[in-house]
C-alpha cells in the first residue's frame, strides 16, 4: 500500500506539472533550482555565484546548492546561505525542478551513478551540452523526459548577447592565454630603455579574431607587446587594427565568413598561401596564441612541426583549440611541456583557471537567459517554436532548447527573415585619406595647398570689399580666430570624455540668452511679441545651461574611484568670484570694460573645451565653462543698464529655467544623462529660432535706412534653418536614445527626393524673403523656413540608426554653434560670436573623431547622404 500510495502521488505531481505548464506554467514559488558540485576532472567553476542565486530568489525560485558546490570559485556555503539559499547533498540537489550547470552530466565516481539517473521525471536543466557530440547523453536524458536549455546553442544574435555563455567564456580564455604566456616568457612584453641596455617588446602573433583572440590583443596590447592578428574575415581584421593591432593578410583575396559568427575553411590555394605567411611569422614573433575553429570538426592544423622549430629558443605558443585537438601540430592537449626550446600551453580549462570571473560571468548568462524566455512576473513558462523570425526571442529560444520533454528538438530549423550577406565593410577614414595620399602627386598635392590658400586670402579680399561696415569687419576677424581655436582645441580628447565634452559644449551654448537678454523690454512683463519671443528664449536657454553643467558634472563622477584623492573644486569660486564681482565694481566706478569681459569669457570657454580633452584636467573645464558663462552673462547685463523692472523680469526668466534644469539633471538615472544632452540641446535650436525671429521683428523699421540690412536678413534666416534643424533633430536623437521612438533608421520611400525638396523649398524661400521688403513677407518666410527645417531634422535624424545617434548629436552641436555665431553677426555680440565659432569648428572636428573612433566613414549629415544602422553586433 505505501508503494502504490507513492506511486499515486507521483504520477499527481507529474500531470500536475503538465497540466500547469500546459496552460500558464509554474508558479516560480513551486520550482526548486539545484545547484550541484562540478565532477569534472579540475573543473573549479559553479552554474550560479551567490549574486545570481540572490537574484534567483527574489525572483521567486527557491534554490539548492550542494555543500562545496562554489568553494573552489571562492564562494562557500555561508555565502549562499546568506543570500536565502538552502545548502544540500548531491541527490536532492539533482532532484530538483531545474538543475543548471557547468559540465553535462556525466558518470559520478563517488556515488557510482551517472548524474542524470538523479534527476526527478520531467525536469529541466541548464548547462553546456554540445549536443552533436553527445548523442548517448541525450538518449539517457530523454529517459527523463529532460528539457534541456543548451548553453553553448545560444544562437549568435545581437538580441542574445547577454545569454552568450561561449562567448563570456571566450574572453576569460583570451585574456588568460596572455597572462600564462607572459608568465612562461623570459622577457618583459613591454619594450624599455635602461642603463643596463634596451630591452626590446614582446611581438605575438594571434591567429583568430572572434572573442577569444580580441581579447588576447587586448590584454597584450596593454601589456606593451607589439601584437600582429590573422583573420580570414574582413571584419575580424578591422577589429584587430581597432585594438591597434597590425592585421596581417595574404595575396589571395577569398572571404572567410562562416555561420554562425565562426570561420569557414578556406580553398587550397588560400591555405598555402597562409601557411607560407605563418612559416615567415615564425620565424619573429616570441608568442603565437591560436584560437581557430570549425564548429563540428576537428581545428585545423596551421602550424606545422618544423614551423614550430623554427622558433627562437624561449619562444611559447598557447593553443586555445587544444580541446579540438590543436592548431599547432606539435601541441598535447591538456598539457604544458616544452619542444625544442619552445614553451607549449595546451589547456583546455583555460575559464576555469579564472574560476571566480569565469562563474560570475557564466552565472549572469543564466540569470539573464531565464529572464528573457520567462519574462512572465509569476510563473515559469516557455515555448519553442518551429517558425520564427531571424534575431528574435523566439529564436534565441528554439536555438537554446535541444530537448523538450524528453523529444529531441535538435537542430533548430532555420529561422525565417535571414538576413542577406553583410556588405563590405567601407574602409575608415583614415584608410581613405591615406590611399587618396597615395595616388596624389607631389606637384598636384602642393598645387591643391597652394589654390586653397589662394581662395582663402582672396575670399577675404572680398568680404572686405562687400562688407557694410568696421562693425562687421571686426566680426570676421573675431569669428576667424575663434573657429581656428576651436579646431584646434580638441584634437586630443579621450574617447571616453567624447559624452562630458558634448555635455559641456551644449551648456555653453546656452549664451543664447545673451541674445534674448539683449532684445527683452517692457518691464515687469514683456509689452509685445518681439520682447515675449526674447524672454521665452531667456528661459529656455538658462534651463540648458543649469542642466547641462550639472549633467557634466554627474558624468565626470562616474570616473571617480574611492582611491582618488580627495577635490576641492568649490575653490574655482574664487576665480569666478573675482571675475564677475571684481566686473561690478568696475561697473559701479563708471568702467565699460564689457568687451575684455566677453574676451575674458571667450577665454574661459576655450579652457573649457581644452578642459574637457583629458581625464585630468576635466573637472578644471567644467568649472571655466561655468565661469565663462557667468562672465558672459554678467557682462550682458551690464552693458544694458535695465531698469529695476526690466531687470526682474530678466533674472525672474532665467532664475526659473536654471531652477528646472538643475532639477531635471538631479533627478535623472546616470544611465540617462547621455539622452538628456539631447535633450538639452534641442533648446539651443529653439532659443536660436526665437531670438532670430523676434531680431528681424524688432530691426524691420529700420531695414530701409541701415545700409546692412540685407546682411542682417541673410543672417536671421540662416540662423533660423540651422536651429529649427538642430531643434527637432536633437528631438529625434533624444528619442530614439532613450527608447522612446524605434532605433533602427527610418528609411521612408522617396527620402532623397523629399529631402532636397526641403532643402529647395528652404532656401528658396529667401528670395521673395529678400525681394519684397513688406514686414507680413518676411515674417512668413521666417515661420516657413522654421517649419521646414523643423520637418528636415526629423527625416535626417530619423533615417539614422540609433547607434550613430551620438555622432548625429555632436554635428548637431556644431549646427547649434553656427547659429549662435548668427546671433553675434545679428547683435554684433562679440562674446556670441566667438563662443558660436569654437563650438562650431570643435563639434565638426569632435564628429570626425568620434566617426574615426568607431571605424565608420565620416557622417555627413546633409540630404540623402543618411547612413544605414549599425546597431552594434558583436564579432565573435
Avoid at 527610418?746 to 525681394?771: D, K, T
Avoid at 555680440?829 to 572636428?845: C, E, K
Wanted: aromatic share 8%; with cysteine.
Amino acid at each position: 500500500m505505501p508503494l502504490i500510495a507513492i506511486w499515486l502521488s507521483s504520477v499527481q505531481l507529474t500531470l500536475s506539472y503538465l497540466i500547469l505548464s500546459t496552460l500558464k506554467g509554474i508558479p516560480y514559488k513551486q520550482l526548486t533550482v539545484g545547484v550541484p558540485k562540478e565532477i569534472f576532472e579540475n573543473e573549479k567553476r559553479v552554474a550560479l555565484s551567490p549574486a545570481g542565486v540572490q537574484a534567483l530568489i527574489k525572483q521567486g525560485f527557491n534554490v539548492v546548492v550542494e555543500s562545496g558546490a562554489g568553494e573552489a570559485s571562492k564562494f562557500s556555503d555561508d555565502h549562499y546561505r546568506e543570500v536565502g539559499a538552502k545548502i544540500q547533498g548531491t541527490k536532492e540537489v539533482l532532484a530538483s525542478d531545474v538543475i543548471v550547470k557547468v559540465r553535462a552530466p556525466m558518470h559520478n565516481p563517488a556515488l557510482g551513478v551517472h548524474e542524470a539517473d538523479l534527476f526527478k521525471t520531467a525536469p529541466t536543466l541548464i548547462s553546456f551540452i554540445y549536443p552533436a557530440q553527445n548523442p548517448d547523453l541525450l538518449k539517457k536524458l530523454a529517459e527523463k523526459r529532460t528539457t534541456v536549455l543548451a548553453m553553448d546553442q545560444v544562437p549568435r544574435v545581437t538580441i542574445a548577447q547577454g545569454y552568450d555563455a561561449l562567448s563570456s567564456m571566450a574572453n576569460i580564455a583570451g585574456y588568460k592565454a596572455v597572462v600564462l604566456a607572459a608568465n612562461h616568457f623570459g622577457r618583459f612584453f613591454t619594450g624599455q630603455i635602461t642603463a643596463a641596455g634596451k630591452v626590446p617588446p614582446a611581438k605575438v602573433l594571434i591567429i583568430g579574431g572572434g572573442v577569444a583572440g580580441l581579447a588576447s590583443a587586448g590584454a597584450a596590447k596593454s601589456m606593451g607587446a607589439v601584437v600582429r592578428g590573422f583573420d580570414t574575415r574582413a571584419a575580424a581584421l578591422e577589429q584587430f587594427k581597432s585594438l591597434g593591432a597590425e592585421p596581417l593578410e595574404v595575396d589571395i583575396k577569398e572571404s572567410g565568413e562562416g555561420q554562425g559568427g565562426y570561420a569557414k575553411e578556406m580553398s587550397k590555394e588560400f591555405i598555402e598561401a597562409e601557411m607560407k605567411l605563418f612559416a615567415k611569422q615564425c620565424q619573429d614573433v616570441d608568442i603565437i596564441i591560436t584560437t581557430a575553429l570549425i564548429p563540428g570538426k576537428k581545428a585545423p592544423v596551421l602550424f606545422k612541426k618544423d614551423m614550430i622549430e623554427s622558433m627562437k629558443e624561449g619562444s611559447v605558443v598557447v593553443d586555445l583549440a587544444a580541446e579540438a585537438g590543436g592548431n599547432i601540430e606539435t601541441t598535447k592537449p591538456g598539457e604544458l611541456y616544452v619542444h625544442k626550446g619552445v614553451t607549449h600551453i595546451g589547456y583546455t580549462d583555460l575559464p576555469s583557471r579564472m574560476a571566480t570571473q569565469a562563474s560570475t560571468l557564466y552565472s549572469n548568462n543564466i540569470i539573464k537567459l531565464l529572464k528573457a524566455i520567462s519574462p512572465d512576473k509569476e510563473n515559469f513558462y516557455f515555448d519553442p517554436k518551429d517558425q520564427f523570425d531571424y534575431g528574435t526571442l523566439d529564436h534565441v529560444i528554439r536555438g537554446t532548447v535541444v530537448m523538450k520533454d524528453g523529444k529531441v528538438i535538435f537542430p533548430a530549423p532555420p529561422p525565417n527573415n535571414i538576413p542577406q550577406g553583410a556588405p563590405v565593410k567601407p574602409k575608415t577614414v583614415a584608410e581613405l585619406e591615406a590611399e587618396k595620399a597615395a595616388t596624389i602627386t607631389p606637384f598636384r598635392k602642393t598645387m591643391t595647398s597652394a589654390s586653397v590658400y589662394t581662395t582663402g586670402l582672396a575670399s577675404m579680399l572680398g568680404l572686405g570689399i562687400v562688407s557694410p561696415n568696421n562693425a562687421f569687419t571686426q566680426m570676421v576677424t573675431t569669428f576667424g580666430l575663434a573657429g581656428i581655436v576651436g579646431y584646434h582645441t580638441v584634437w586630443g580628447v579621450t574617447p571616453a570624455l567624447h559624452s562630458p565634452l558634448m555635455s559641456v559644449t551644449n551648456a555653453i551654448s546656452g549664451l543664447t540668452a545673451v541674445g534674448g537678454l539683449v532684445l527683452m523690454g517692457g518691464t515687469y512683463f514683456p509689452e509685445n511679441a518681439p520682447q515675449s519671443l526674447a524672454v521665452l528664449s531667456a528661459f529656455i536657454s538658462s534651463v540648458n545651461i543649469a542642466g547641462g553643467f550639472l549633467v557634466t558634472q554627474r558624468m565626470l563622477d562616474m570616473f571617480k574611484r574611492p582611491t582618488d584623492p580627495p577635490e576641492y573644486n568649490y575653490l574655482y569660486l574664487l576665480p569666478g568670484g573675482v571675475f564677475v564681482g571684481g566686473y561690478a565694481a568696475a561697473l559701479s566706478g563708471g568702467y565699460s570694460i564689457e568687451q575684455m569681459m566677453y574676451l575674458g569669457s571667450g577665454l574661459c570657454c576655450v579652457g573649457a573645451l581644452a578642459g574637457l580633452s583629458t581625464q585630468g584636467t576635466a573637472r578644471l573645464g567644467n568649472a571655466l565653462g561655468m565661469i565663462g558663462v557667468a562672465g558672459g552673462l554678467a557682462a550682458t547685463l551690464g552693458g544694458l543698464k535695465p531698469s529695476p523692472e526690466l531687470l526682474a523680469q530678466m533674472s525672474g526668466a532665467m532664475a526659473l529655467g536654471g531652477t528646472i534644469g538643475l532639477t531635471i539633471a538631479k533627478r535623472i538615472q546616470i544611465t540617462d544623462l547621455p539622452q538628456l544632452v539631447a535633450a538639452f540641446h534641442s533648446l539651443v535650436g529653439l532659443a536660436a529660432v526665437l531670438t532670430c525671429v523676434a531680431e528681424y521683428m524688432i530691426e524691420y523699421p529700420h531695414f530701409a535706412t541701415d545700409p546692412a540690412a540685407n546682411l542682417t536678413k541673410i543672417v536671421a534666416y540662416l540662423g533660423t534653418y540651422i536651429g529649427g534643424v538642430t531643434f527637432s533633430g536633437s528631438l529625434i536623437a533624444y528619442g530614439k536614445l532613450q527608447g522612446i521612438l524605434n532605433s533602427a533608421p527610418l528609411l521612408l520611400p522617396g527620402r532623397h527626393a523629399l529631402n532636397a525638396g526641403l532643402l529647395a523649398a528652404s532656401f528658396g524661400g529667401m528670395i521673395p524673403y529678400m525681394i519684397d521688403p513688406s514686414y507680413t513677407t518676411g515674417i512668413t518666410c521666417l515661420g516657413s523656413v522654421s517649419a521646414l527645417s523643423a520637418i528636415m531634422g526629423v527625416t535626417l535624424t530619423a533615417a539614422i540608426g540609433g547607434a550613430d545617434m551620438p555622432v548625429v548629436i555632436t554635428v548637431l552641436n556644431s549646427y547649434s554653434g553656427w547659429a549662435l555665431c548668427a546671433e553675434g553677426f545679428l547683435l554684433n555680440n562679440n562674446l556670441l560670436t566667438i563662443v558660436g565659432a569654437l563650438i562650431g569648428s570643435s563639434g565638426a572636428i569632435l564628429s570626425y573623431i568620434m566617426c574615426v573612433v568607431r571605424s565608420q566613414q565620416k557622417l555627413c549629415f546633409f540630404p540623402g547622404s543618411e547612413k544605414p544602422n549599425s546597431e552594434c553586433s558583436l564579432e565573435r
